[in-house]
């Protein structure tokens, strides 16, 4: 089971608003810049975000039905803010991943651990 939704909304008014600064500079962390789907207002969200090839995985820690996730489905993408570049991502797809085979062992350990194994996968547009 996913982090508790409480928290998220904790998060959400204390936390990310630290956390989205240092997390486009911190591996394993990044920040999703997408359109909110009614106000068409841009949101950044920090993330857990897990790259191979041109395959972005996002770690979904408070499950699948959040707004961010919700979001980037609707408008097809986003741009995702690592490691000090802007990458755009597309083609966004929900993955139930008991394996967590994506992510790298020692961040696998910790999904398992909290019960997480829904993903969010997009593709970097070349």
Sequence with gaps: MPLPRTLARMNRVGL???IRHVA???PGLGVVLHEG???GRVYR???NVFAKDSVYTFA???GRDS???RNVQAAG???LRARGRHVRLTHPRLVHDETRAAIRPLERMFLRAFGVADFLVLDRVD
């Design 67 to 69: 707004d961010w996730v």
């Design 77 to 79: 993408g986003c741009t």
């Design 60 to 62: 979904l820690t408070y």
């Design 16 to 18: 990310n608003r630290i």
């Design 45 to 47: 969200t920090p993330v």
């Design 24 to 26: 486009p500079f911190v």
């Design 37 to 39: 789907r009614k106000s």
